[in-house]
C-alpha cells in the first residue's frame, strides 16, 4: 500500500497513509487479541519496520511523533499527584533508591562480567539509572486492570521523574570521577603485572592507497594494487584474513577502521586514497567523516548498492562511489553496443547514464 501511495508523489497523503496504518493495526490488535492499545501500536511499528520505506515513514511521521510525545508527557503529568512527595517522603525515596541504584548496579556488574573497564561500566549503568515512557503505560494499565492501586502508579511515577531530574547531576559527577578510575585500572594493571594493550603501530608508508575491508571487492582491488606495484595496506576486522594477508607479506591492521587510533596508525594523513570496499553504508560513512577529518585532500572511493546509499555517502564528501548495480548495467550496455553498429556518441551517453558514481540529478 506504502508503495503504491509513494508513487503518488504527495507528501500529505503518504503521512496520512502511515498514520492510518498505524492506528489501523493497532485498534485491530487490541480488538482482535485483547492487547493494550499501546502494545498494538508497538506491533504496527514492527510492521511498517520491515517496509522497504520505513526510514522515509519515519521522517514523514517526526512531526506528528514530536506532537504525539508532547500529548503523553501532558497525559503523564496529569496523572502524578505531587502531593505524595509530602505524604510519603520515604517511600519516595525508597522507589527511587531502587530505580537508580538497582538498574545501575545491574547494567554495571553485567559490564563488568563481560571484562569491559570500570569507566565504561559505571557510565553503561548511569544510562540506564532511570525509566522511560514505557513504565508509565505499564503503571497505568496496572491501576486499569486493579493490579496496582493508585498509590503504587503515584510512587513509580515519582521514582521516575525524580530519576530523570537527577540522572545529569549523576553523569556530571562521573565525568569528574573518570580520570581517577582510569588512573586506578592503570595502577591495579601494574601492580598485577598485566600490560595493558599496546598502542597500534604507525605505519611508515605514504602516498598510498588504505584499503578497508578485504572481502570479495576489497580482495579484488587489492589485487589491482599489487599489479600495479601502488603501495597499499588493509584494514581488516576477520582475524583469519588478517592472518593471511600477513603471510603474504601483506601489509594490514586489525581491527575496525572506525576505531580510535586506527586511522592515525595507517597514516591516513600522508595516504593518497582511501578506499571503502566495506558493504555498510553507515559504517562507510563514519569511517570517510572521520578520514577527511584527518587528511581534507584525501580522495576517498567508496562503493554502495543504491541511489540512497549514494547520496547517503556523498554528504560525507566521498570522491566516487561505485555502485554495483550500475557497474552491471553498464558491462550489459556495453556488450549489447559493441554487437551492433550503433553511433560513437550514443553508446558514450549511454555508458555515462549506466555509470553513475554520484547522487542522481533531481527529476524536474
Not at 559490564?111 to 548511569?126: D, E, I, N
Not at 510512587?155 to 570521577?177: K, T
Amino acid at each position: 500500500i506504502l508503495h503504491y501511495i509513494a508513487h503518488t508523489g504527495s507528501r500529505e497523503l503518504f503521512r496520512l497513509a502511515v498514520l492510518a496504518i498505524a492506528l489501523g493495526v493497532a485498534f485491530g490488535a487490541a480488538e482482535l487479541f485483547g492487547v493494550s492499545f499501546a502494545l498494538g501500536a508497538f506491533f504496527a511499528g514492527m510492521i511498517l519496520a520491515e517496509s522497504q520505506l520505513s526510514q522515509r515513514a519515519a521522517q514523514e511521521t517526526l512531526p506528528l511523533r514530536d506532537a504525539f510525545a508532547v500529548l503523553f508527557f501532558v497525559s503523564v503529568g496529569m496523572l502524578f499527584n505531587p502531593m505524595i512527595l509530602v505524604a510519603q517522603p520515604l517511600l519516595v525515596g525508597v522507589t527511587f533508591l531502587i530505580i537508580v541504584i538497582g538498574n545501575a548496579t545491574a547494567a554495571s556488574a553485567i559490564a563488568l562480567m563481560f571484562g569491559y573497564p570500570s569507566h565504561v561500566a559505571l557510565t553503561l549503568g548511569l544510562s540506564l539509572a532511570q525509566i522511560g515512557e514505557f513504565s508509565f503505560i505499564l503503571a497505568g494499565l496496572g491501576v486499569d486492570l486493579a493490579l496496582l492501586p493508585e498509590a503504587g502508579r503515584d510512587l513509580v511515577l515519582a521514582g521516575a521523574i525524580l530519576s530523570i531530574l537527577v540522572n545529569p547531576l549523576l553523569f556530571a559527577a562521573l565525568d569528574r570521577l573518570t580520570p581517577w578510575l582510569k588512573a586506578r585500572e592503570r595502577t591495579i594493571a601494574a601492580q598485577e603485572g598485566r600490560a595493558e594493550p599496546p598502542e597500534l603501530a604507525a605505519i611508515s608508508l605514504t602516498d598510498h592507497a588504505v584499503l578497508v575491508g578485504h572481502g570479495r571487492v576489497g580482495s579484488l582491488v587489492a589485487q589491482t594494487l599489487q599489479e600495479a606495484r601502488l603501495p597499499y595496506l588493509v584494514i581488516e576486522e576477520r582475524q583469519v584474513i588478517v592472518e593471511q594477508l600477513r603471510a603474504r607479506g601483506v601489509d594490514v591492521i586489525a581491527g575496525n577502521a572506525a576505531q580510535p587510533g586506527l586511522l592515525e596508525a595507517a597514516n591516513v594523513a600522508s595516504a593518497r586514497w582511501l578506499i571503502s570496499a566495506i558493504p555498510n553504508p553507515f559504517e562507510s560513512g563514519n569511517l570517510i567523516e572521520q578520514a577527511h577529518a584527518i587528511n581534507p585532500k584525501l580522495e576517498i572511493i567508496a562503493r554502495a548498492h543504491s541511489d540512497a546509499e549514494v547520496d547517503y555517502l556523498k554528504k560525507f564528501g566521498a570522491d566516487l562511489i561505485i555502485m554495483g548495480e550500475r557497474e552491471i548495467a553498464r558491462g550489459i550496455s556495453d556488450h549489447i553496443l559493441s554487437r551492433i553498429d550503433a553511433p560513437a556518441a550514443p553508446v558514450a551517453d549511454q555508458n555515462q547514464n549506466a555509470r553513475q558514481v554520484g547522487p542522481k540529478p533531481m527529476a524536474g
